[in-house]
């Protein structure tokens, strides 16, 4: 009975893993036209380097401008993209996943445990999805006023990772969900090791 339910669920997993190829290729077709491109080199503000700049410039100004919202909202910012960052690093290190401009280029297709540190090999879990959606929770969190516009600018950086061919479906959903319970974990250790941002705790 355990052997027929694992072999269901194995059949079952690789149904939803072939349909998770299939729509992260038919959604990267345009991957190399112009305006894609661009998209793609705007959604670099996702990654960690410019993350962690914002953050910590965000905190910096709270700081000189005497605006303790701000340099909470700032500080929240670069806990959650650290402990997220932390956390699809970890990811990528234990499972390898060949990306989709890999498989469209090349006919390479392969997943598994461990494998090779190298970028074309590492689409799981999305790195800029997991750091913008810490980010945008974070500063949304805070500054409840314009939350909707920081979800809207995640979700547009989520997407063009898909876009551009750099993430498959999955890929994407797995990071967003890596942002949104790193910054809960910063929430939830914020009262202990930060101020509280005002009009931002019930969000």
Known sequence: ??????????????????????????????????GIRSLAALSEVGGWKS????????????????????????RRMLGASILASLAKTSAKHLVHRTRPNVLMETGLYTRGRLGPNVGPWQSFPS??????????RALGRAYPEIRGAAYAGAAGIVLVQVLRGAHFPSDVIAGSLIGLAAEAGTNALAPRSMPQATGGTNG
């Open 1 to 34: 009975m355990l052997e027929k339910k694992h072999a269901s669920y194995s059949r079952y997993a690789q149904r939803c893993e072939e349909a998770d190829i299939r729509l992260g290729v038919a959604l990267a077709a345009g991957k190399d036209h112009a």
């Open 51 to 74: 993350i962690f700049a914002l953050s910590a410039g965000t905190v910096t100004w709270g700081l000189l401008s005497g605006n303790p919202r701000l340099a909470s909202a700032g």
């Open 127 to 136: 790195g800029h999805s997991a750091l913008s959606v810490a980010a945008a």
